[in-house]
């Protein structure tokens, strides 16, 4: 079951783009960037490039599940601000990741988290897709992934940037978000420990979210919104319990304007 | 005695000039309300106190050890003494604080534990506030006001000086320090607790600031003066709740934050009174596990008792809380200033049902508890006479590397002669509390 078909090794090169103009100058602008990938036993990144609008004294930190991010605080008066992150990857060197974290994380990831817990409507679904009649954990979490397309939609317009799953799964339709959580809060009742991941996917468009799921002491990775394994064609960036434990930018500054902000990933073969 | 009844009233007035007042929210409106100062004190005997002070700080000593221990190596929860979901749910278990040790490990520097009395003269705890625990200025303001109305009353009767809390939390400040001056962080003018901020602030000779007078830079925190001048922050007493003290970690909307202080602080550059992530060791459903903490990190038992718990996540707990629900009163172990408190025997038959209902779909939400007959303490009524009410205490344990318990504290009485609730913002009133040296 687990062998799939394992993967071919692919060498991409990726661009991370943000550009945010702001409506008139805004000062004391702290800024926090968490979009670097890291090695996995999946990819490998062999090359990356930070440029974040002719800003060089940022400062570097990581979390407890191993992102890293860059900060820092701009606080002369400026109306844009951009963020390039580019680099070079090789993908698809396993199709799994040991799990080595520290022990704790197993019990964190499968507790709900605020925007994951579930409500009537997910726990009715949850019912209904007779789970217990599957063993194990990988082949539960590719059920909910095969499924879940038949009852809920693609649809960039539905649902709210904080949409909690079960609000999400009652509307019926939403992002790649949406479809994450609701996959995380099904396995998780199932007491199954699963990450939310954030990162990019081959071609053109913006970053990108799925589920990781721990089966057997490995990783696996489903992406619920394209109904597909995670394969060589996705680089990861970061992971958490939910959204919120990786948020790709947070921001705070003075001024009272209206801001623009446009984010582009476009990863390709090399 | 009769100095302090007769000089009530200008007290009170006094109080008010002062600006010694409690904010509260209500229905999204800002009110002020004066805390009501009643002049006959608790007293609390020698011996008592000895015995208070004990537990009091055996009880703390263990609270700092079980949150080194949780957001540390865990050993408490592999040991099987309190089940992970205890931990991992809790509102309060911040992960980014996980592995995060703070200067000189102290994890609650300024402790408010609330105590009662009940009629057979045991104390019980009731609970354990270690995020950012109020109250300390208004019986020190109250006290200072009555030494100047009475001077002699005090030295008469005995009763210990208390005017030493100001230094006992410079100490603390100053022991954790990593370098810099002390801040007192407020939220501002709006917070209910501001007459305390800057009270206080005044008194330990810290600078009393909002978030926009702080920056951080390069993993320091500094505090911008008047002159634009840049200072080295080495501690933050903070008055903010963890999720608004960082937007780049916690809540991101939070205007009243300072952000990346959380990262100046992972590095060890800043201390933070209290430490973010202590939430989970006030929470109401490990409130049932500090006895055993007790045991487990010291080796004592508990010298101070908590109001008998039950947690309905256990079965026999449940059957239990069921059988004797009327006698019972249930907590919300999310809410917090006696928002959530539900006595069993006043629920009509209906709202009874639906609750039950609730605590059986989410066991591990409620605690009850027996409800304690608790002593009353008079008070001075419109008209002057003395009535009864129940009043509840709490103490202030401050933890430099040594942990001491300021012999006084804030006893609290409710106005309204049948609710148990004694909240500042609950709407009710203070007393000063005596502690005799003999």
């Not at chain 1, 409500?119 to 992934?145: C, F, N, P, Q, V």
């Not at chain 2, 100062?37 to 609390?44: A, H, K, Q, W």
């Not at chain 2, 060791?281 to 038992?301: N, Q």
């Not at chain 2, 909240?423 to 009710?428: F, R």
Request: charged share 25%.
């Amino acid at each position: 079951m687990q062998n799939e078909k394992s993967g071919t090794i692919k060498k991409l090169k990726f661009t991370y783009k943000l550009n945010a103009k702001y409506s008139s100058p805004i000062t004391h602008h702290s800024f926090t960037v968490m979009f670097l990938p890291s090695d996995t036993d999946r990819q490998k990144i062999n090359t990356l490039d930070i440029h974040i609008s002719n800003f060089k004294n940022y400062c570097l930190s990581d979390d407890n599940f191993g992102n890293k991010k860059i900060y820092g605080l701009i606080e002369e008066a400026h109306d844009r601000f951009d963020v390039v992150i580019s680099g070079a990857a090789e993908t698809g060197l396993d199709i799994k990741e040991e799990y080595t974290s520290y022990p704790f994380e197993y019990s964190l990831l499968k507790t709900q988290t605020k925007l994951t817990a579930p409500g009537k409507k997910l726990i009715e679904y949850h019912r209904s897709l007779e789970l217990d009649t599957l063993s194990g954990s990988y082949d539960k979490a590719l059920h909910i992934m095969r499924t879940l397309p038949g009852i809920f939609l693609y649809d960039t317009e539905a649902t709210e940037v904080h949409e909690t799953a079960e609000n999400a799964l009652t509307i019926g339709k939403g992002v790649c978000q949406d479809y994450a959580h609701i996959m995380l809060s099904l396995l998780r009742m199932e007491s199954i420990p699963a990450r939310y991941a954030v990162g990019m996917m081959l071609g053109e468009g913006s970053s990108h979210a799925w589920v990781e799921v721990l089966c057997n002491g490995y990783w696996y990775g489903f992406d619920p919104t394209n109904n597909k394994l995670v394969n060589e064609d996705y680089i990861r960036v970061s992971c958490g319990r939910d959204s919120s434990d990786c948020s790709v930018i947070r921001g705070s500054f003075y001024g009272c304007v209206t801001q623009d902000q446009r984010e582009t990933v476009n990863v390709e073969k090399i | 005695m009769k100095d302090l009844i007769s000089n009530a009233e200008t007290i009170n007035k006094l109080l008010a000039r002062y600006g010694v007042k409690f904010g509260i929210y209500k229905n999204g409106e800002f009110k002020e309300q004066l805390f009501p100062f009643d002049p006959i004190p608790r007293i609390i005997e020698h011996n008592e106190y000895i015995h208070l002070e004990k537990g009091l700080k055996q009880r703390v000593n263990a609270l700092n050890c079980f949150l080194s221990d949780i957001y540390g190596n865990k050993r408490i929860v592999t040991d099987g003494v309190i089940p992970e979901e205890f931990i991992y749910s809790a509102k309060g278990f911040l992960t980014p604080c996980d592995g995060v040790a703070p200067p000189k490990n102290i994890y609650s520097h300024i402790s408010g534990i609330d105590l009662v009395q009940s009629k057979d003269d045991n104390w019980y705890i009731l609970e354990d506030n270690l995020r950012v625990p109020s109250g300390a200025s208004y019986p020190m303001i109250a006290r200072e006001l009555q030494r100047r109305s009475a001077p002699d009353v005090f030295s008469y009767n005995s009763v210990v000086d208390n005017r030493n809390y100001a230094d006992l939390l410079k100490e603390v400040m100053d022991y954790v320090n990593t370098g810099g001056i002390n801040v007192i962080l407020s939220p501002g003018r709006y917070n209910a607790a501001f007459f305390e901020h800057s009270y206080l602030a005044e008194k330990t000779g810290a600078v009393l600031t909002t978030g926009r007078d702080i920056i951080c830079e390069n993993d320091n925190v500094y505090y911008i003066d008047y002159n634009g001048k840049k200072q080295r922050v080495g501690a933050v007493y903070r008055r903010i709740s963890d999720e608004y003290l960082d937007p780049m970690t916690f809540y991101e909307e939070s205007v009243i934050g300072i952000p990346h202080i959380f990262e100046a602080y992972k590095k060890g550059n800043v201390a933070l009174l209290n430490a973010p992530g202590n939430g989970v060791a006030d929470d109401k459903g490990i409130y049932y596990f500090v006895p055993k903490m007790i045991r487990y990190y010291l080796g004592e038992d508990a010298l101070l008792m908590n109001a008998p718990t039950y947690l309905p996540y256990y079965k026999n707990d449940m059957r239990y809380v069921l059988d004797n629900f009327d006698k019972l009163v249930i907590k919300d172990v999310a809410e917090a200033g006696g928002y959530g408190v539900v006595f069993g025997n006043s629920l009509t038959k209906e709202k009874k049902e639906k609750f039950i209902t609730l605590l059986k779909s989410e066991p591990r939400r409620f605690i009850a508890q027996e409800v304690i007959d608790f002593y009353d303490l008079n008070i001075l009524d419109e008209t002057g006479n003395k009535v009864p009410r129940k009043a509840d205490l709490r103490a202030f344990v401050l933890t430099n590397g040594d942990t001491k318990v300021w012999p006084s504290g804030l006893t609290r009485f409710s106005r309204n002669p049948d609710s148990f609730i004694v909240n500042s913002s609950q709407g009710g009133g203070f007393k000063d509390t005596w502690v005799l040296s003999r």
